[in-house]
């Protein structure tokens, strides 16, 4: 197992000075001929979901032993294309280990550009099985290498340009270390017994996100507070409202947060419900959110849009998202005991074996999925039933392995 350094020193330059930026397809074209196709390759992405529409990459850094650091522009390499193509460096790299910290927020941007892992480690994930206290990379670092990062710029608007270079600086460091992390990382799993159970997160990981982002037409829904909406009435507004603040975003790429929170926009499609359409015209000039100077010049698009939403017909209406039949457990004990005695017998069951495994509890069972598989009255609560169910809804084999047991023998001493 690795011991931890006895001491830190903060590294605030790339171990090999300003790291090389890629910005036309000829250097691009040197990089991959200079890629060893076998060895663990450290790779981040930078995005700027504050500032623009969409969740892109920016700037993708990467890191081999004998190559070093390169930093991608993929907006330059994009030319007048909407993406960049770099589906010929994910060839060259095909069969190397990618090595990501957090590797789920930035599989998808990666997969837009055509960059797509046939095999990852997570250092943040692993970190997670290994218990660690803290997880973001520079902690971990310090843990393993003595190395803390000097941070500055991760809240920064990546799509500026010229980037700054202290900005490529920041991340050329996010990649500097991040191969003896997992290094380090890697002989503790193996320390602990728990290689095999981190092989099958990365493998879930990679199945999961390593692909590019969708944009279904039910998007609207995702905004945050939108369940609190009961009324058709009410959700046709908040629909159209948010559509018009998705074109707006759109077409001036930026993030709608800039032009109509989602609290806002939850607010007004409550307010707006209950009005009638000629109200609103005078209502919408003291709306919280409606007041400022982006979303102000665009009043005769919103009072369309609730407009058009208010004098539909009511068949047309969206209808609440149809969610589980389950209420949450907290709510289980009055109405529904029997599953509450299930639930009660099952987390503690879960919580005592995450703690005999020395991993979080979560990492183990969410407390959504534990619902899911105790709530039915009629399932088989044998140990191979509970096998079946968690296979079923994707849990891992290690999680099976540990879980299922546990839960099988307090539910029969329940009973």
Known sequence: MTEPPAASRLVTTPREGQAQVIADAEALHRFIDQVDPSSPVAVDAERAQSFRYSAKAYLIQFRQAKVGTRLIDPIALAGSQPLADLSELSTALAGCEWVLHAASQDLGCLAEVGLVPRRVFDTELAGRLLNLERVSLSPMLTHYLGVELAKAHSADDWSRRPLPPDWLAYAA?????????????????????????????????????????????????????????????????????????????????????????????VAAATTFGHMKPRDVAVAIFSQPGFTGRLAKRQRARWLAAVDSALKDDPAHWPQRASGPNMPPPRLWEREYPEAAKRWTAARAAVIEAAEANDIPTENLMTVATLGEVVWPDDADFS?????????????????????????????????
Do not use: C, M
């Open 383 to 415: 140990e191979a039933g509970l096998r079946r169910i968690l296979a079923g809804i994707h849990a891992r084999p290690w999680q099976i392995d540990l879980a299922a047991p546990a839960i099988a023998k307090a539910l029969a001493a329940d009973h």
């Open 173 to 265: 460091l996010d990649v500097d270390y991040l191969l003896e992390l997992r290094d380090a990382v890697a002989d503790d799993l193996d320390a602990h017994g728990k290689t095999e159970w981190a092989n099958q997160e990365f493998d879930e990981v990679l199945t999961r996100f390593a692909v590019a982002p969708e944009y279904s037409g039910d998007r609207w829904r995702t905004t945050k507070g939108i369940k609190k909406l009961r009324r058709p009435r009410d959700l046709a507004v908040a629909e159209r409202l948010w559509d018009v603040r998705d074109a707006l975003a759109r077409q001036l790429d930026i993030t709608p947060l800039r032009i109509l929170s989602d609290a806002n926009l």
